[in-house]
């Protein structure tokens, strides 16, 4: 789950970093009235993607008039396919140098990475093509934390105030602890600035915490960002399962990410396009009647392809919560069954026997028959 | 660190539904469970076995090889780090969903006490007509059978296909070996493939890979080196990037771990990599690979 800045910044401050005083807005007027309170601002679109400075998203204001003026034109624009809902008005703070930070899971390593760059205030990607070797990286044993000494080695070079320093130091260690607090996968500070008397201050925050804490981060789960999802998608998420619009014609309804990916994969091969991928695996196998019900509300699909290979998942199982939705809803499409593995001698006979359908033995064969469907033509 | 039948096996959280399940169908097919883990019920006997409250208790009086966890994902920390102190040689993890700082400790665990962690999200590890650990159908005969062909998958479901197609085909495995979905996994395909690259049975090996991550990339280093070929299916191609597609390892971001560099890195090595599953048997059949 992404947090946006509003939502991310005093978080970070619980763990001692400084962030400039502000207030969210959602309509001009409470943008002007905010700025009346703070003074000298910046308007800052709210939307859970970067690039919002680019993209018009960010302007400096003077006064509260020219702040409402600015969350005029801020709200209600789009940003990364995002519609602009509310801004932050936030105190304007003075800027003498602009660093980057973070503390990143790293699959290499198998811990956390702590980031630093003194090339702040620009895109990760930006700063790498101006210069490569800015960005350092320092390994965290999770067992030891990040020591005092390590958060000081990747600024060493940089010969700041001494000031600066120490409060630069203790900015890495905060930024280490609410990864770790907070079980993020990623905190990122961009920039991290150093003010004329040598403060430090985190200007932004983007953090995403981990989905699979989430039992145990109730307190701050309430505060992520909403996820862009389809209708279908919502509802999906609701029942929990995993459910991705594709926009192609042939409804997928598979085991497992691998086989449902390849599935995918197979459908496009034989010059068909998938509607969705849909995973009922893991275990959510026992889901399938409410995962078909979803998947039939989507007006494009002209078929369903039913592609199971039971390990954990059992097939027998799968195939019976999918055969009795078939029968309440009454689809008017066909339907296609590839099915292998646990508990398949039963999941056949029972398709055979209550649908009158005769499951494929190879997969390429279901494929086939399904893109014919879908495109209009006879199955071959 | 291919699972023998003589290997002794541990169950953490045999007493439970899947737990139970499994550890019946791995029992049926040869494999040597020694005992269980369940705090709750420990002293207690559970499908012919002792059940104990951790398995360091259970190192006391049982020894074993391998642990295989049924633990759910917010308990599975603590039982992957007993499992580590206990001293498994390997541990099978094939619970999804473990918060990621927990997976972290684990591998510190594991590696402080001489551990192989596969997994986290592993469906398990079958060594064909011998023993299993997990949850993988070794004893469905349409989808194992005998044979010379290692099979590596991220996926469970997938690797299920890939060894169905062989089968349909008239070829066997030897060894499946899963390494399981998520981003961060004690066993690397790389890994994987020097395992089987080690062992006489096996002639052959198929990679089942996933967009994401860059195992593929690494096996393609070690593949290159080989004697024995390999042919790889690589899934995700038709994935919108930067969607998780179920597992949280399959993911491409910022243009890294995408279908096309994996292919071209195996391509490269000169591992063949099939558009569909089904054609890797004929691809293994061309490189006289024979039933």
Not at chain 1, 190 to 196: E, I, M, R, W
């Amino acid at each position: 789950m992404d947090f946006e800045e509003h939502a991310a910044k005093p978080l970070l401050a619980r763990f001692g970093i400084t962030v400039p005083e502000s207030r969210l807005a959602h309509t001009p007027a409470e943008a002007e009235a905010a700025a009346a309170a703070i003074g000298s601002c910046v308007v800052k679109a709210q939307v859970p993607t970067g690039k919002r400075g680019k993209a018009g998203g960010i302007k400096r204001a003077a006064t509260p008039a020219e702040a409402r003026r600015h969350a005029e034109r801020i709200i209600g624009m789009e940003i990364g396919g995002w519609t602009v809902e509310k801004v932050l008005i936030e105190a304007q703070t003075d800027i003498a140098r602009e660093f980057y930070a973070a503390v990143i899971d790293d699959a290499a390593s198998k811990g956390p990475m702590l980031l630093f760059s003194r090339m702040g205030g620009m895109d990760v990607e930006e700063a790498a093509e101006q210069d490569p070797t800015a960005m350092r990286r320092q390994s965290i044993p999770i067992d030891v934390g990040l020591t005092d000494a390590m958060a000081r080695s990747v600024f060493a070079d940089l010969d700041l105030d001494p000031l600066a320093a120490v409060a630069l130091e203790k900015a890495l260690l905060g930024l280490y602890r609410a990864w770790r607090k907070l079980d993020a996968e990623l905190i990122e500070i961009n920039p991290l600035v150093v003010t004329g008397d040598n403060r430090i201050v985190a200007l932004d925050c983007k953090l995403t915490v981990d989905d699979g804490a989430a039992p145990r981060q109730a307190e701050i789960v309430p505060l992520a960002a909403p996820e862009k999802r389809t209708h279908l998608e919502a509802k999906a998420a609701a029942e929990g399962l995993k459910y991705i619009e594709l926009g192609g014609s042939v409804g997928v309804l598979a085991n497992g990410a691998g086989l449902t990916m390849t599935t995918m994969d197979v459908i496009a091969h034989y010059g068909g396009s998938p509607s969705n991928f849909l995973e009922i695996g893991g275990e959510a196998y026992t889901k399938a009647k409410t995962a078909l019900t979803i998947l039939l509300e989507n007006p494009n699909v002209k078929c369903l392809l039913v592609n199971f290979c039971g390990a954990f998942a059992r097939t027998d199982v799968m195939a019976d919560g999918v055969v009795t939705a078939w029968q309440d809803l009454k689809p008017d499409m066909p339907i296609f069954f590839t099915i292998h593995g646990t508990g398949a001698d039963e999941a056949v006979a029972l398709v055979r026997e209550r649908l009158g359908v005769e499951p494929f033995d190879l997969m390429d064969d279901a494929v086939k028959a399904a893109v014919a469907a879908a495109s209009g033509r006879a199955a071959a | 660190m291919i699972p023998r039948k003589s290997d002794r096996i541990l169950i953490q959280g045999i007493t439970g539904k899947q737990g139970t399940f499994w550890t019946e169908a791995m029992q049926a097919y040869g494999s040597n469970v020694v005992g269980g883990v369940n705090p709750n019920k420990a002293g207690t006997r559970h499908l012919g076995v002792p059940v104990f409250a951790t398995a360091r208790e259970a190192a006391k009086t049982t020894p074993f090889d391998i642990a295989c966890m049924f633990i759910p994902p917010m308990l599975a920390k603590d039982a992957a780090i007993d499992a580590c102190e206990a001293g498994a040689r390997l541990l099978v993890c094939l619970t999804e969903h473990i918060p990621s700082h927990d997976v972290m400790e684990m591998h510190v665990a594991a590696r402080q006490n001489g551990t192989r962690i596969v997994g986290p999200n592993t469906a398990g590890l079958v060594t064909v007509g011998e023993c299993f650990v997990g949850i993988m159908p070794a004893f469905n005969a349409n989808v194992f059978r005998k044979g010379n062909v290692g099979v590596i998958s991220r996926s469970g479901s997938l690797g299920t296909l890939l060894c169905l197609n062989l089968a349909q085909a008239g070829l066997g495995q030897t060894v499946f070996y899963g390494i399981g979905g998520d981003p961060m996994i004690g066993t690397t395909t790389r890994d994987a493939l020097r395992f089987l690259d080690a062992d006489p049975a096996t002639e052959a090996v198929v990679i089942c890979g996933e967009i994401g991550g860059s195992a593929e990339e690494q096996a393609a280093e070690y593949a290159r080196t080989m004697k024995k070929p390999v042919v790889a299916f690589i899934a995700g191609r038709q994935s919108p990037p930067g969607k998780k597609m179920g597992h949280a390892g399959a993911i491409v971001t910022g243009g890294k771990g995408d279908y096309a560099s994996k292919r071209r890195a195996l391509e490269a090595a000169g591992v063949g990599v099939a558009d569909v599953p089904s054609q890797i048997p004929q691809m293994l059949k061309q490189l006289s690979i024979a039933a």
